[in-house]
Structure formats: structure tokens, C-alpha cells
């Protein structure tokens, strides 16, 4: 057993977060930009794009993001390719954010009222023309509160990183724990670190949620 002050244990935990920051931009980015266009497709593509996209959808929320990790680095490895941690977790959870953020944003397109749709039509203008100018920045609107809440399950879902050795905040803390064995210290700074990462995100949702709907929202 090694010996570690406080801040020993706090100052790894902290580039370690510094990980998990970065692994969750990379997700959610990768995610949104995915997601849009996976939405785009699924509301104005042909029946069978409409119905892969679907199945792409279901198949990652219907899998738990463990064994999607799994794949990712363990499954690609047996496939003969060498996945690096960060690239498989990356992928992973880019996937994982995308298929989600597609169903989220899908609900809040098909929220717009119908007759917005039908007005567009009157105006003359194209699919393409009345997402963009009509569609689009009304949808924007609903899409926001929920967009930032999942936010929260995305850096959370970093943690399960851990499994497949990319030392982030949750890896560290294991490393930590296994050379200094105070774990009630450990894990109690580990969860403070996710706590200061995910509430702020809560309550700026919860804010918008207020904001956007009426304080009747809870």
C-alpha cells in the first residue's frame, strides 16, 4: 500500500477528470452531428432509409453502452484491428449519444404543428426549405431542455469507459484506491466530481424547462 495525502488523490482525480471532460465533448459533438443528420433523414428520407435509421435507433438504446464498449474495443480487436481505448470509447458513445439525440429531436420536429407544414407548402417551398426556415428553428426551441438533460447521461456514461482501461475520472479513482486503499475517500471525491460536472448541466435544463414552457413545469 502507497502512501497518499488528500491532495495527491485530489490532483490525480483532477487530470483524470480533465479526461472525462474530453471524452464527453467528443461524444456529445460527435453525437449531435450524427444525430441531425440520422433526423434529417428519418423525417424526409425514403421508406427503407426511414426504417434502417429506425433499427439503428432501437439497436442502440435497446443495448446496454457496456457491451457496446465491448465491441467497440474488444470485438474490433478480434476482428484483426487495433482499437486504442480512447478510439473505441469514442465511437462507442458517439453512436450511443446519436441514436438518442435522434429520437429526441425527431419528438421535437414532429411536436411543430401540422400546419406549420401545410403553410410552408402554401409559400412554396421545398422539404429542405421548410425544415430549415419554418420547421427547424420552432423545433430548435423544444429541443433544447431535453438536449442539455441528456447531456447529464452522456458524461455519466463516460464511467463505463473505465472497463476497457481508458483511465478517465471512475479509472482513476480505481487506480487510486488499489495503490492507497482508502476507498471511502476515493470514490467520495470521485462521485463530488461527477456531481460538480452533472449539476449544473440539471439545473441550467431545469431552468430552461421553466423558461420555454411556463413555470408550471416541474
Known amino acids: 500500500m502507497t502512501d497518499f495525502t488528500l491532495w495527491d488523490i485530489v490532483r490525480n482525480l483532477l487530470l483524470a477528470g480533465r479526461w472525462t471532460v474530453v471524452l464527453s465533448l467528443i461524444a456529445f459533438i460527435g453525437g449531435?452531428?450524427?444525430g441531425l443528420m440520422?433526423?434529417?433523414?428519418?423525417?424526409?428520407?425514403?421508406?427503407?432509409?426511414r426504417w434502417s435509421i429506425r433499427l439503428y435507433v432501437d439497436l442502440f438504446q435497446?443495448?446496454?453502452?457496456?457491451?457496446?464498449?465491448?465491441?467497440?474495443?474488444?470485438?474490433?480487436?478480434a476482428l484483426g484491428f487495433d482499437v486504442s481505448a480512447w478510439t473505441a470509447?469514442?465511437?462507442a458513445l458517439t453512436l450511443f449519444t446519436s441514436a438518442f439525440l435522434c429520437d429526441i429531436w425527431r419528438g421535437c420536429v414532429e411536436a411543430v404543428p401540422s400546419g406549420q407544414w401545410q403553410a410552408s407548402r402554401v409559400l412554396g417551398l421545398d422539404y429542405l426549405q421548410s425544415m430549415r426556415h419554418v420547421i427547424l428553428p420552432q423545433a430548435l426551441r423544444l429541443a433544447v431542455p431535453p438536449t442539455?438533460?441528456?447531456s447529464v447521461?452522456?458524461?455519466?456514461?463516460?464511467?463505463?469507459?473505465?472497463?476497457?482501461?481508458?483511465?478517465?475520472?471512475?479509472?482513476?479513482g480505481t487506480m487510486l484506491n488499489?495503490?492507497?486503499?482508502a476507498p471511502f475517500t476515493i470514490f467520495a471525491l470521485v462521485a463530488l466530481g461527477y456531481f460538480i460536472l452533472c449539476y449544473p448541466l440539471s439545473r441550467y435544463a431545469r431552468h430552461l424547462e421553466k423558461k420555454l414552457y411556463g413555470a408550471g413545469i416541474r
Not at 38 to 49: A, D, Q, V
Not at 178 to 181: D, I, T
Open 153 to 172: 447521461q452522456v458524461i455519466k456514461g463516460t464511467a463505463l469507459a473505465s472497463v476497457i482501461g481508458f483511465v478517465e475520472l471512475t479509472k482513476a
Open 38 to 49: 440520422l433526423t434529417l433523414l428519418r423525417m424526409g428520407g425514403l421508406k427503407p432509409i
Open 148 to 150: 442539455v438533460g441528456f
Open 89 to 91: 470509447a469514442s465511437v
Open 32 to 34: 449531435a452531428a450524427v
Open 178 to 181: 488499489n495503490a492507497a486503499f
Open 62 to 77: 435497446g443495448t446496454p453502452l457496456l457491451m457496446q464498449l465491448f465491441l467497440a474495443y474488444f470485438g474490433a480487436a
